[in-house]
């Protein structure tokens, strides 16, 4: 008879899915049995808003409805990891099996655990391996362009085939209870949102610019969970028509990548230079962008559905991030945090790539020169102002093009409507913010 193998714990962080999880088939065909664990770490908890922590609650939940349909648990532990992992692994005789995380916190406690507990990292929160895409000398790519090719040339790493350990039933102290979610969770709706997007993936380039129709994938809030798998997403999609989207986790993957190597990416530009600027304190002009009441519609339509609902379109979140960036001239920093703070698909490397991007400062970001105009872009990418109409209730009566800049119409043009009471004014003037950017740019570049 074959020796009983030692137990195993899956250390679950935002990975909550028990398909294409690299953790969970290792761990389930190299040990008899396994613990499927997630501490709840007040450091993290407590700075969450109300409707992630619920949604988090929800994916738990769900994760552990999974597991108790293969008899097993998902043992729920409150406290510092550092700790409760190698405890629990010590309790247990078990080695923890986790998929390798990489932003400067998660590195940090990862380093913690593995120097007093017998550890094993998979790879499963990004489409390729961390650190797998590099030109051709090992060094990381700094422009996005060859990064894609390079990235797509690789071939995708195969599924991971869950074994058969035995699961222990052991909920610890459950899943606390958060709220209502915003969303349904777990990993099968997770599945079932993606085979929906599958059905329009064509359409895909025509719309993804597009706020008013609202037709992208919305997937990165189960990206950002782990409900669904990044690397599954692009192996079903692996054809040349659904490139244009998967293109996109590639952009996801570059970030990665760029935090990775520079921990500092969230509190320093990666250009230096950057880091010069002459940024304004300008707490009444941020606190008007935070509310959505900058009097640019297309801002404070993005920014009032953020507040509301925690979710804003990428195009509107270049345009919301220029306005803060260019227009106000306020730090970047300030604009990462609050985003960080209420988007539900909050993702650390992405959102300050992305802030660096935007701002200039980042790897393959656009020249700080090209500055969004606000009114030009809402009618390019709202054209009929439908978007801006759904968040803007002052604005519900406005027709195109005057709800694109309210201030230049008329009063017989604003008619039926509140704008003309209710909506704020442009608390900055276009050309004049613009040209104060250029000259605060260039002062700091040379
Ligand atoms: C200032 C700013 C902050 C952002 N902060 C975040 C964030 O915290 N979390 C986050 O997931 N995305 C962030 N993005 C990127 C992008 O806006 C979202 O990923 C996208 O809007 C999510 O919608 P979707 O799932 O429908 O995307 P789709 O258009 O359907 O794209 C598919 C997937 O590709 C990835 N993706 C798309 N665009 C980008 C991008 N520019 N960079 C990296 N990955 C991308 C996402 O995982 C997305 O789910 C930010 C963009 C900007 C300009």
Redesign the pocket.
């Known amino acids: 008879m074959d020796e009983p193998r030692s137990p195993g714990i899956v250390w679950f962080r935002r990975d909550l899915r028990l398909e294409d999880n690299p953790a969970w088939g290792a761990a389930t065909s190299r040990h008899d049995e396994v613990t499927a664990l997630f501490v709840i770490d007040a450091a993290l908890w407590n700075r969450t808003i109300g409707r992630r922590t619920a949604l988090l609650a929800e994916n738990l939940r769900m994760l552990d409805r999974s597991l108790a349909a293969r008899g097993g648990r998902l043992r729920v532990e409150h406290g510092d990891p550092t700790t409760v992992v190698p405890h629990i692994a010590r309790t247990l005789r078990a080695a923890v099996h986790a998929n390798a995380d990489f932003t400067p916190y998660a590195s940090k406690r990862d380093a913690a655990v593995a120097a007093s507990a017998t550890t094993e990292w998979h790879h499963g929160l990004t489409v390729h391996p961390i650190g797998a895409v590099t030109k051709a000398d090992g060094t990381l790519y700094m422009v996005f362009t060859p990064f894609a090719e390079a990235w797509r040339r690789r071939p995708l790493e195969g599924s991971p085939v869950p074994g058969t350990a035995r699961l222990t039933a052991d909920p610890g102290s459950g899943v606390p209870s958060a709220g209502p979610p915003p969303m349904v969770g777990g990993e099968e709706a997770a599945r079932t949102r993606f085979k929906d997007?599958l059905s329009r993936v064509d359409s895909?380039p025509d719309i993804?610019d597009r706020p008013d129709l609202d037709e992208?994938?919305?997937?990165?809030?189960d990206?950002?969970y782990g409900t669904l798998s990044?690397r599954a997403v692009a192996a079903a999609v692996e054809d040349e028509r659904g490139w244009p989207?998967v293109r996109?986790?590639a952009?996801?993957d570059?970030?990665a990548a760029l935090m990775a190597d520079n921990p500092n990416l969230v509190d320093h530009a990666m250009k230096p230079a950057y880091d010069r600027i002459p940024w304004i304190d300008d707490d009444a002009g941020f606190e008007s962008w935070c509310a959505g009441e900058t009097g640019y519609p297309i801002v404070d339509a993005g920014m009032r559905q953020l507040r509301e609902t925690g979710w804003?379109?990428?195009r509107v979140?270049?345009i919301?991030?220029s306005f803060l960036t260019k227009h106000l001239l306020i730090d970047w920093r300030r604009?990462e945090r609050f985003?960080?703070r209420h988007?539900l698909?909050?993702?650390t490397a992405?959102?300050a790539?992305?802030?660096q991007?935007?701002a200039g400062s980042g790897a393959d970001a656009a020249p700080y020169f090209r500055v969004f105009n606000p009114v030009s872009q809402a009618r390019k990418h709202d054209p009929d102002g439908a978007y801006i109409r759904r968040w803007v209730p002052e604005l519900a009566g406005v027709p195109a093009p005057h709800v694109h800049a309210p201030w230049a119409a008329g009063t017989s043009d604003l008619a039926g409507s509140r704008a003309r009471i209710d909506y704020p004014a442009p608390i900055v003037e276009h050309s004049a913010a613009r040209e104060r950017a250029l000259a605060a740019y260039r002062s700091a570049l040379g």
């Open positions: 997007f895909y993804r992208t994938s919305h997937l990165s809030i990206l950002k990044p989207f996109q986790l952009w996801r570059f970030h804003m379109h990428n979140r270049m919301t991030a604009g985003f960080r988007l698909d909050a993702d992405v959102n790539g992305n802030w991007w935007v």
